[in-house]
Every structure is written in C-alpha cells, then in structure tokens.
C-alpha cells in the first residue's frame, strides 16, 4: 500500500492503515477517560458517604431528594465512564475496534454530561447546607453548569467552526 492511499484510507492526513488508526483512536480514548473515570469515581465514593454522616438527618425533604438524584447521576457518570473498560474486554480479539471506538465515544460523552450534571447538584447540595442561602446555592450551581457547558461544549464547537471555515478559505484560493 503506498503512503497516499494509507493516508486516505484513514482520511485523517496520516500515514497509517483503518487498523493503525482504530487503535490509535482508542488509546487516545483511554487517556481521555482515565482523567474523569478518576474523578467521577472519587466523588460518588464522597457521595456515598455523606449519608452517614450526622448533619445528613438534618436536611430538608428537599435536599435529601436532592441528594438522592446527585447519587444517581454520580452512579450513571461512573457506569458510563467505565463502560467502555468492559466493552473491550468483550469485543477484543473480534476485530470490531471502529465500532468499539464508535460505542465508547457515545458512552464518554454520555458520561461527561452525567458527571457535570452531579458536579452541579452536588455543588447546589454544599451550597445549600453551608450557606443556608438557597437563591445564592441556585445561582452559583447554575453558573458552573454553565460553565461546563461553554468549557466543554461550545468552545470546542467555536474551534471546530473556525478551524472549517479556515481550512475552507485556504481550499478556495
């Protein structure tokens, strides 16, 4: 196979065949994933916690069941990080990497969405008990959801866009 028609086999501009590619793409998935598989694990482990702890009867019906979602959400962020670890053990060796890539990049980003959706209501949860000012825990939890909104997906919307429209320009000339 020459070096063109690696390079476009791949359509990415490299030199590498659909197979180097899939594991390429896969080992960079895995680096992604390790950072937040991390952090999601350890705040669902604080989270767990919390129930245990003295002040925990303390809280309004409301907080309680606010705690409850935040488990939640904090057990379907890990689930969906950790996915993609048990989706390889059962598909290696059966040559199905692109649909694994595939698969794991839809499981990713439904954990990245769970895990800003916990860090918010945890973060709502905190605000309300340390604060006792609930508009103030309201308005701040709101401001960092979207913060992780602009920060994960907007900006790299706004990069994508430019970056096509530049690629665009230099093609017309």
Same mark, same amino acid.
């Given at each position: 196979?020459?070096?063109?028609?690696?390079?476009?086999?791949?359509?990415?501009?490299?030199?590498?065949?659909?197979?180097?590619?899939?594991?390429?793409?896969?080992?960079?998935?895995?680096?992604?994933?390790?950072?937040?598989?991390?952090?999601?694990?350890?705040?669902?482990?604080?989270?767990?916690?919390?129930?245990?702890?003295?002040?925990?009867?303390?809280?309004?019906?409301?907080?309680?069941?606010?705690?409850?979602?935040?488990?939640?959400?904090?057990?379907?962020?890990?689930?969906?990080?950790?996915?993609?670890?048990?989706?390889?053990?059962?598909?290696?060796?059966?040559?199905?990497?692109?649909?694994?890539?595939?698969?794991?990049?839809?499981?990713? %980003? &439904? +954990?990245? @969405?769970?895990? !800003?959706?916990?860090?918010? #209501? /945890?973060?709502? $949860?905190?605000?309300? =008990? %340390? &604060? +006792?000012? @609930?508009?103030? !825990?309201?308005?701040?939890? #709101? /401001?960092?959801? $979207?913060?992780?909104? =602009? %920060?994960?997906?907007?900006?790299?919307?706004?990069?994508?866009?430019?970056? /096509?429209?530049?690629?665009?320009?230099? =093609?017309?000339?």
């Amino acid at each position: 196979m020459t070096s063109s028609s690696r390079e476009g086999a791949s359509g990415s501009g490299r030199d590498e065949t659909p197979q180097e590619r899939a594991d390429r793409l896969w080992s960079e998935m895995l680096q992604e994933v390790r950072v937040c598989q991390t952090g999601a694990q350890i705040l669902f482990g604080f989270l767990l916690s919390v129930a245990f702890t003295p002040r925990f009867a303390a809280l309004s019906d409301f907080d309680k069941n606010l705690y409850d979602a935040t488990v939640v959400l904090g057990a379907i962020a890990t689930g969906a990080l950790v996915a993609p670890v048990a989706f390889h053990r059962f598909l290696a060796g059966h040559g199905m990497k692109p649909e694994l890539i595939h698969v794991a990049g839809r499981l990713i %980003a &439904t +954990g990245l @969405a769970t895990l !800003a959706l916990t860090i918010t #209501a /945890a973060l709502l $949860l905190l605000l309300r =008990t %340390a &604060t +006792g000012d @609930a508009p103030v !825990a309201w308005i701040l939890s #709101a /401001a960092v959801m $979207l913060w992780f909104t =602009t %920060a994960w997906l907007i900006l790299p919307q706004v990069v994508l866009s430019r970056t /096509a429209a530049r690629q665009h320009r230099g =093609t017309q000339r």
